[in-house]
């Protein structure tokens, strides 16, 4: 029988647990949808320009030295069987290309509601965050992958089992890659950059994720210090939703000069479209599970949020 993964995260000193298990067949088929849409995104950005080509190559890269650097550090692995590529450091090759066309779509959906370094960086973590906080349910509910044993963080008010640390941490990896992006690229001219060679193009988007690391490590070291000095689950559950609370108002309050009238890209539409179609085939198999079924009846509402916030650029 053919195998799946597994992720079990655990604390320091804890033993890491990895088994493996055969999922539901529309996880396997939503698995291989998933890696032709990446293949077609590949294609679209490479049509946009080596630009675009080349930061969703920086978006795989990045995802991947993540989950590398983590899976060698024994924080968390995959087990999965043969049909499945993977790359050196037991990393799952289409977890690696989600990195790239998450942040693909919402960076780019991003710079074009409004050109601010700022306001790119924190619409960009969001735009991602939308997507996993619907997604990781699904998956767990699943048996896909599991957090053992529950963290401290983790215990304090769980997102259906998934701890608010890893919505954190995605939030901030995508904030600071955003905004080593748009600091080191976006503030030239499109018109100058079309003339540079392959090796400048590469040579920046390393220097991009390298700004990127350093950022994150600051802002991490922030939530982490914060974590610790607040004591309790109310206090810890007030800092967790002000992380979310604080951008969303940002952005609220950006509202009124946003872009709109943008040519239709549909490349950035395509994946949060896909991942809620995903996540809503996920959640449909665990409905009979009365601890999902309210995420369920949510599920709609929230999508269309979602979806709206990714097609705004194109409004007319």
Same mark, same amino acid.
């Given at each position: 029988m053919p195998v799946f993964l597994n992720i079990s995260q655990t604390e320091p000193g804890i033993a890491l647990i990895c088994t493996q298990i055969d999922p539901h067949w529309s996880v396997k088929l939503s698995i291989y949808g998933f890696m032709l849409l990446a293949v077609w995104i590949l294609y679209c950005a490479w049509r946009e320009g080596r630009e675009n080509f080349t930061t969703y190559i920086m978006g795989f890269l990045f995802g991947y030295s993540i989950e590398a650097v983590n899976t060698l550090a024994g924080n968390y692995c995959y087990q999965f069987g043969p049909e499945w590529l993977y790359l050196p450091g037991q990393v799952p090759l289409y977890v690696s290309c989600g990195w790239a066309m998450i942040f693909y779509a919402a960076y780019y959906t991003s710079l074009q509601? #409004? #050109?601010?370094?700022?306001? !790119?960086?924190?619409?960009?973590? $969001?735009?991602?965050?939308?997507?996993?906080?619907?997604?990781?349910?699904?998956? *767990?509910?699943?048996?896909?992958?599991?957090?053992?044993? =529950?963290?401290?963080?983790?215990? *304090?008010? =769980?997102?259906?089992? *998934? =701890?608010?640390?890893?919505? !954190?941490?995605?939030?901030?990896?995508?904030?600071? $890659?955003?905004?080593?992006?748009?600091?080191?690229?976006?503030?030239?001219?499109?018109?100058?950059?079309?003339?540079? +060679?392959?090796?400048?193009?590469?040579? +920046?988007?390393?220097? *991009?994720?390298?700004?990127?690391?350093?950022?994150?490590?600051?802002?991490?070291?922030?939530?982490?210090?914060?974590?610790?000095?607040?004591?309790?689950? !109310?206090?810890?559950?007030?800092?967790?939703?002000?992380?979310?609370?604080? =951008?969303?108002?940002?952005? $609220?309050? #950006?509202?009124?000069?946003?872009?709109?009238?943008?040519?239709?890209?549909?490349?950035?539409?395509l994946v949060p479209a896909y991942l809620i179609f995903c996540a809503s085939l996920y959640l449909l198999w665990v409905m009979a599970n009365q601890v999902y079924q309210p995420l369920i009846f949510l599920l709609p509402s929230y999508s269309i949020v979602v979806l709206s916030i990714y097609y705004w650029p194109y409004r007319q």
């Open positions: 509601l #409004r #050109r601010n370094w700022l306001f !790119v960086a924190t619409t960009s973590g $969001l735009l991602a965050l939308a997507l996993d906080l619907i997604l990781d349910p699904g998956t *767990v509910a699943l048996g896909l992958w599991e957090w053992l044993p =529950p963290s401290e963080l983790a215990s *304090v008010w =769980p997102w259906y089992s *998934v =701890p608010w640390s890893n919505f !954190v941490g995605w939030y901030l990896l995508i904030f600071s $890659l955003a905004l080593a992006q748009y600091l080191l690229v976006n503030q030239f001219d499109t018109d100058q950059t079309a003339t540079l +060679r392959w090796s400048t193009f590469l040579l +920046r988007k390393i220097k *991009v994720i390298a700004l990127a690391y350093v950022c994150f490590a600051v802002l991490y070291f922030v939530y982490s210090t914060a974590v610790s000095l607040v004591a309790g689950h !109310v206090y810890q559950t007030l800092l967790h939703a002000s992380l979310v609370a604080i =951008p969303c108002a940002y952005l $609220l309050m #950006r509202a009124g000069t946003l872009q709109t009238g943008s040519a239709l890209q549909l490349s950035l539409l």
